[in-house]
């Protein structure tokens, strides 16, 4: 900005407050070589044919980049999701998905739009679907949720949907944004995510668990549980119960063992094992799984599940005590 006249770098700064064309920075006395200067040095940067300044997110920057060059649009989708931290999953086959800047924009005469680099959906849009974040208009988090879980697969739905209900979204909100789209493509899929939806999930891999295990025709498990081992409870949750088959569930993500030193990677892999001992001395079945398990071989998963039901079942010692650890349907068994 230094090498740029005080009046030119004035006036600049004055219209930097949203994104600008190419042509607006030229009309503002900026050369071409000052403007890929600027990108340069990060002092600008640019999206879908708009510049901001380089003080802005990245992610916001993009975002508003997009909307400023699709006008009367709303940020929507994955988009809006990542601007306000709602947890989102895609598969590899669809990892691109995750790349586009999403809109919504009121239906006229132009269709729906798909490119690399952009994704607009033309659908309705009332007073509760929009919220003002940051100073740009996105869908509220209820109406993000419902149109993801209409866009993506069931699987990859419930990552979202949980997690709009562990926070910042109830579920009357969620009812009334599918009532509103009660006739737009893939609202059935959304109902279904919905009506399987649990703020007890806490982590992506256990949401995408729970839709696997009911393809699987595996009965619908008890989540975060607590067992008393004769003395206190145990200072621990796991993920999955399944207190007719005695069956723990647990969903190892890689990223429960990362550390910076390899002698704090052997203190959790040493509180796993004794995690697991302890668990183990209450008469029950243990399934670890992971990512691979349930999105490459979800049928072999399926089956390990049984295994361990049917060992379960077999036990003649007594049951464990257990409680769920966290509001939402329970059930007690002694």
């Known amino acids: 900005m230094e090498r740029l006249g005080d009046e030119v770098r004035e006036r600049l700064v004055r219209r930097m407050r949203g994104p600008l064309r190419h042509v607006d920075l030229l009309e503002l006395g900026l050369q071409k070589y000052d403007v890929e200067r600027l990108l340069r040095a990060g002092e600008l940067q640019r999206a879908h044919g ?3 300044s380089g003080t802005v997110d990245q992610q916001l920057a993009r975002a508003a980049c997009a909307q400023a060059a699709h006008p009367r649009s709303v940020i929507s989708h994955l988009t809006a999701a990542d601007l306000v ?9 669809r990892r691109t998905a995750l790349n586009p800047s999403w809109l919504t924009c009121e ?9 690399t680099d952009v994704v607009l959906r033309r659908a309705g849009l009332s007073a509760p679907d929009l919220q003002l974040h940051r100073g740009l208009w996105i869908t509220s988090d209820a109406r993000t949720t419902v149109d993801i879980a209409r866009e993506l697969p069931l699987r990859q739905a419930m990552v979202t949907v949980d997690h709009a ?3 910042s979204v109830s579920l009357a909100e969620l009812e009334a944004v599918l009532e509103r789209q009660h006739r737009w493509p893939g609202v059935r899929k959304a109902r279904a995510a919905v009506a399987l939806g649990d703020p007890r999930s806490e982590s992506a891999l256990e949401s995408y668990a729970r839709v696997v295990f009911a393809d699987g025709g595996l009965p619908g498990p008890v989540l975060q549980v607590e067992f008393w081992d004769g003395y206190r409870w145990v200072p621990f949750r796991v993920d999955f119960w399944w207190p007719a088959f ?6 190892d993500g890689l990223e429960k063992f990362e550390a910076s030193t ?3 990677r052997r203190r959790l892999l040493r509180r796993t ?3 697991d001992q302890r668990l183990s001395d209450l008469g029950v079945e243990i399934v670890h799984f992971g990512w691979e398990d349930a999105v490459f071989r979800p049928g072999d998963l399926i089956r390990r599940f049984h295994a ?5 079942a077999r036990r003649t010692d007594p049951a464990p005590t257990w409680r769920s650890a966290t509001p939402g349907p329970t059930t007690r068994a002694a």
Do not use: H, M, Q, S
């Open 85 to 93: 931290g709602l947890r989102t999953w895609t598969d590899e086959d």
């Open 262 to 264: 390899p002698a704090e």
């Open 165 to 167: 209900l562990c926070g």
């Open 107 to 115: 239906p006229g005469r132009r269709r729906n739009l798909k490119r």
């Open 273 to 275: 094992f004794e995690r």
């Open 308 to 312: 361990a039901f049917n060992r379960g």
């Open 246 to 251: 005695r069956t723990i569930g647990e969903a």
């Open 50 to 52: 708009r510049y901001v």
